[in-house]
């Protein structure tokens, strides 16, 4: 099954084709789609359905939309807007994604700083798919971490935070993880995903 993943994200593009290799993800341009951006809430399944929802009609393939939450438990910070809360109001179409990575670090580690320690969050991920009929499906997984002030390895200006966090689940940094580990680490995002492709 061929599915289209409404996202211009290179990073998110290939986290999907790792964790799910049974089935073809198409980007944008694979198909020649031109990159339609929409304006997104706080309502996390909303803006994933939003992403997909502009490519329907354009194509004849199941459409994945989808979108992250990132959750510090006692900060009052909108969860749906991980880039957003760092970028402060700045325009980030101004901004090449190796500046906007380095805002979100500095923002984040800011906050690890300032609550003078490593910091429980998790990482929420919720994916709509459109089904070329237009039935609307959804789902969403959980991954737990700890925020730290530290970097370690080279950062992924599409997953920045990668490099700032231990994953619950193996106790190692992100971007340290053997590829095995990292399938451990996104267990309940591959859960999600074959729930809403298989129903």
Known sequence: MKILV?????SKLARV??????????????????????EEGSDLYENAEKKARVYFGKTDMPI????TAFVIPGEYL????VKRNA???????ELTPAQISEKMIAFYKNIVEKRGGNVPAYFEDYFVLILPNGEVRKESGRRPVTLTS???GIIDPYFPLRSMYIVEATKK??????LEEEMYELQPYQEALKRILTK
């Open 78 to 81: 909108d969860p749906a807007k």
């Open 6 to 10: 409404a996202t211009n994200n290179p």
């Open 150 to 152: 530290k970097i370690h």
């Open 64 to 67: 994945l939309g989808l979108d």
């Open 173 to 178: 940094y992100s971007i340290e993880q053997t």
């Open 17 to 38: 084709r790792k964790v799910m290799e049974t089935y073809e993800f198409v980007s944008l341009k694979d198909i020649g789609l031109e990159i339609i951006e929409v």
């Open 87 to 93: 970028l402060n109001g700045q325009d980030e179409n």
